[in-house]
């Protein structure tokens, strides 16, 4: 993808910015050095990670320790590139012991990462704040180190069945600059990434970048364009319309980047995809929709789900929901489509911001496993 003339490679590319990496794959990164140490004896050193997109980055081990009572822990510093990221610098630590056969991969917060206190996360409420993908990562990088090592070792024997437990020094200070007090996430930090690569944060570049990715498209005359929040909606609009690379615009949060350069640069057809949630904003009106610059609306939420047949009382559960996915699995149980009317909301939010450029909108939203909770028809 990163020789690609156009689409979401070329835009990260013309950044210029350095990618750093998340705290998943730091906690894979220490996970996989920990548990080779304890089925051999040595931490390798660097230690080398797949990460789900295929990159395979080497981390520099910070601290490692091999104690006596079976246990092995590993650190890494996380390096988030040109991003301002809150956690850059943050040491990333995985302890690994093992367990009894069948077992499976069982995981523990440390100090500095927090623990699920509230619903309406991807994960369940006692919890320790380890995303599904990091989660997913680490298992992978267990079981390919027990293929690898397994009983051959020169240390203890292993077959796979471990207990990890994540750290990060001072995370629970550095979470406190965080949104994970207010969600109910308490003690720490969240371990996160899906791809495992974080994509560096400049105004300016990235919306630079968008303005090459239209150029590009129009120039190699795609009428058809899609604006995706990441990678899990880019595979979604890939899978519904089979849309070529360079039809694809890498918006992030910068919805209203897209609309007022296309309303200058017309298409005939524009699909906005992304999570549920930061749709959600687009449709409350928000053309930025970054965390720090805007939040989930439950009361809107509330207003669009008694629109769609809610009773008082469902809105009412609506508006004093912890998240945007809790708002929208109350309406789910319920059988009230929020995620088709926040849709119809962002597309005619994105069609006003148009203003009567001839340029058809869809929007479809999706949840974090990529799954469509919503969709709109095209309109414009």
């Known amino acids: 993808m990163s020789e690609a003339k156009g689409g979401r490679g070329a835009q990260l590319k013309h950044t210029g910015l350095r990618p750093g990496w998340t705290t998943g794959a730091c906690a894979t990164a220490s996970a996989t050095a920990a548990y080779t ?6 931490f390798p050193d660097p230690v080398t990670v797949t990460l789900p997109k295929g990159q395979t980055p080497a981390f520099a081990l910070a601290v490692e320790e ?5 246990r ?3 650190g890494v510093v996380k390096d988030a590139g040109d991003d301002p990221d809150v956690t850059h610098g943050a040491l990333v630590r995985a302890t690994v012991r093992a367990l009894p056969p069948g077992s499976g991969v069982v995981f523990r917060a440390g100090p500095g990462v927090g623990t699920v206190t509230r619903p309406g996360l991807p ?4 919890e320790p704040a380890i995303n599904p993908v990091p989660r997913q990562m680490m298992r992978d990088h267990i079981a390919e180190v027990t293929r690898t090592h397994g009983r051959r ?16 020094d001072h995370g629970e200070e550095i979470a406190r600059s965080t949104w994970n007090p207010r969600l109910g996430i308490l003690g720490g930090l969240s371990i996160l990434g899906t791809t495992g690569v974080v994509v560096p944060y400049s105004c ?22 899609a604006a995706c929040t990441g990678s899990t909606s880019e595979k979604t609009v890939i899978a519904e319309y089979g849309l070529p690379e360079d039809a694809l615009l890498d ?3 910068f919805a209203g980047a897209v609309l007022k350069y296309l309303r200058r640069h017309p298409v005939e057809r524009l699909t906005v995809c992304g999570g549920f949630a930061k749709l959600s904003k687009l449709a409350a009106g928000h053309l930025d929709l970054h965390s720090a610059r805007s939040q989930v609306d439950k009361g809107f939420l509330a207003g669009l789900a008694l629109r769609g047949g809610a009773g008082p009382a469902l809105a009412r559960e609506i508006a004093d929901a912890n998240t945007g996915l809790a708002a929208l699995q109350l309406c789910a149980a319920a059988g009230v489509p929020l995620g088709d009317l926040v849709a119809v909301a962002a597309r005619d939010e994105a069609l006003s911001v148009l203003r009567g450029t001839p340029v ?5 939203c999706i949840d974090r496993a990529g799954t469509v909770v919503g969709r709109s028809t095209p309109g414009g």
């Open 123 to 126: 994960l369940e409420v006692g």
């Open 204 to 225: 300016s570049a990235w919306i630079d970048s968008i303005r090459r990715g239209v150029d590009v498209a129009r120039a190699a005359g795609r009428r058809h364009v």
């Open 251 to 253: 918006m992030g949060d």
């Open 37 to 42: 140490a304890l089925l051999t004896g040595a």
């Open 153 to 168: 070792g020169g240390g203890s024997s292993g077959d796979g069945d471990v207990e990890i437990t994540v750290s990060v």
């Open 72 to 74: 092995a822990m590993a």
């Open 360 to 364: 058809a909108v869809d929007v479809i």
């Open 66 to 70: 091999l104690t006596a009572d079976g």
